[in-house]
């Protein structure tokens, strides 16, 4: 089955830019989302289709994808991005999703 | 305003069955498809299973094929999953998901219902 990878943890200091990768064989040839999910919280959509954004997402979140490593980048970091991120895809191969493996951003 | 409300989580005994309900409103709850999503203590987001808007697609993840069943009632808006022969490794939050079919992805979630497998 197909496996994203993802770090465990990223830090970063306010007002800095946050980048949390998602790696996958080949995940440039799929599309990425990317949720944020707050403790206790239900998962948010902050990015579709690679590097699209949702309505009333701030465009201090952007993404990016190609080769074997998708991205999420949170610029101007605020207190407030302090949550869980995961990526996910659609697996043609196996007709499943997949979510890869979560990444807690913490802010300094 | 989407709206996804998650009902019948609950403690359970080892080997007991669980119904859970997903009820929508604020969109054309027919006109997508569906999703469950699971979250264990502490762990990532699992995929489940997921139900076209007609219910003639239906995927699940390989673990949970033959123990859950998905399935859905357009005329009551609501979204099923039932849980049988459930284990200790089955607690968990479970989430129903509203599904884009042109990205596939989860545009609006519930808040979640937990399920505590224990005796």
């Given at each position: ?108 | 305003?989407?709206?996804l409300v998650e009902s019948g ?11 859970l309900s997903c009820a929508a ?27 076209s808007t007609r219910s003639n ?63």
């Amino acid at each position: 089955s197909y496996v994203l990878t993802q770090p465990p943890s990223v830090s970063v200091a306010p007002g800095q830019t946050a980048r949390i990768t998602c790696g996958g064989n080949n995940i440039g040839s799929l599309s990425v989302h990317w949720y944020q999910q707050r403790p206790g919280q239900a998962p948010v959509l902050v990015v579709y289709d690679d590097s699209a954004r949702p309505s009333g997402i701030p465009e201090r979140f952007s993404g990016s994808n190609s080769g074997n490593t998708a991205t999420l980048t949170i610029g101007r970091v605020e207190a407030g991005d302090e949550a869980d991120y995961y990526c996910q895809v659609w697996d043609t191969g196996s007709d499943h999703y997949v979510f890869g493996t979560g990444t807690e951003v913490t802010v300094l | 305003e989407v709206q996804l409300v998650e009902s019948g989580g609950g403690l359970v005994q080892p080997g007991g069955s669980l119904r859970l309900s997903c009820a929508a409103s604020g969109f054309s709850f027919s006109s997508y498809s569906m999703n469950w999503v699971r979250q264990a203590p502490g762990k990532g987001l699992e995929w489940l299973a997921s139900i076209s808007t007609r219910s003639n697609y239906i995927y699940y993840a390989d673990s949970m094929k033959g123990r859950f069943t998905v399935s859905r009632d357009n005329a009551k808006n609501s979204l099923f999953l039932q849980l049988n022969s459930l284990r200790a490794e089955d607690t968990a939050v479970y989430f129903c998901a509203r599904e884009r079919d042109d990205f596939r992805d989860f545009d609006y979630w519930g808040q979640g219902t937990l399920v505590t497998v224990s005796s």
